[in-house]
């Protein structure tokens, strides 16, 4: 079964940036549809964002609380989607996995997410 | 914007028993695309059902789902030690493209 594990959370100061990646075991990119999905401490799951793969339009949907302030590409030569964070507010943090639509309503592979703490 | 609203909020059952979990949309959910998630702490949610009443691929037929149009509920006949944990129902299709309950704890008596 593909793998996806998430990278590049951390600590970070209100106003700031971090870029997250998700890398695939295999080469799924050119054909996923992936999202992040973000779960404060204590707190249920949220969708941040979604990225349709090429063959689809290749286009990103957002959650009207990142809207404008997050972006999600993907790098299929590294099997890897990306997460750009900018602007970062002290509600934005939470465990952000990546997650793959095998079929496309349902957010059916995940990976263990990463940490992303906004604090002064 | 639809809302997704779960009950109870936490259940209480024994080992053996049947557990009835409740998610009650704001408004039609699209095709009945309506699934469920089971989270145990420190790990990522696993699907379990999709479209409101079909299986995802290795879970238990004790796992049922069912309803339509805006109230669904999951089932778990004869609860194994596993399956105390918290469940998230999660609607497609409508703004925003992808809602969350949530969530029911399900917790042992």
């Known amino acids: 079964e593909v793998q996806l594990v998430e990278s590049g959370g951390g600590l970070v100061r209100p106003g700031g940036s971090l870029r997250l990646s998700c890398e695939a075991s295999?080469?799924?990119?050119?054909?996923?549809?992936m999202s992040w999905v973000r779960q404060a401490p204590g707190k249920g799951l949220e969708w941040v964002g979604r990225?349709?793969?090429?063959?689809?339009?290749?286009?990103?949907d957002y959650a009207a609380p990142v809207k404008g302030r997050f972006t999600i590409s993907r790098d299929e030569s590294k099997n890897t989607l990306y997460l750009q964070m900018s602007s970062l507010k002290i509600e934005d943090t939470a465990v952000y996995y990546c997650s793959w639509h095998t079929i496309d309503r349902t957010f059916n592979i995940w990976g263990r997410g990463t940490l992303v703490t906004v604090s002064s | 914007e639809i809302v997704l609203t779960q009950s109870p909020g936490t259940l209480s059952l024994s080992p053996g028993e049947r557990a009835t979990l409740s998610c009650r949309a704001s408004?039609?959910?699209?095709?009945?695309?309506l699934a469920w998630y089971q989270q145990k702490p420190g790990q990522a949610p696993r699907v379990l059902i999709y479209?409101?009443?079909s299986r995802a691929t290795g879970i238990p037929d004790r796992f049922s789902g069912s309803g339509s149009g805006t109230d669904f509920t999951l089932t778990i006949s004869g609860l194994e030690p596993e399956d105390f944990a918290v469940y998230y129902c999660q609607q497609y299709g409508s703004s925003p493209l992808y809602t969350f309950g949530q969530g029911t704890k399900l917790e042992i008596k």
């Open positions: 408004q039609s959910v699209s095709s009945n695309y």
């Open positions: 295999e080469s799924i990119f050119s054909h996923a549809w």
């Open positions: 479209d409101a009443s």
């Open positions: 990225s349709l793969s090429k063959a689809a339009g290749g286009a990103t």
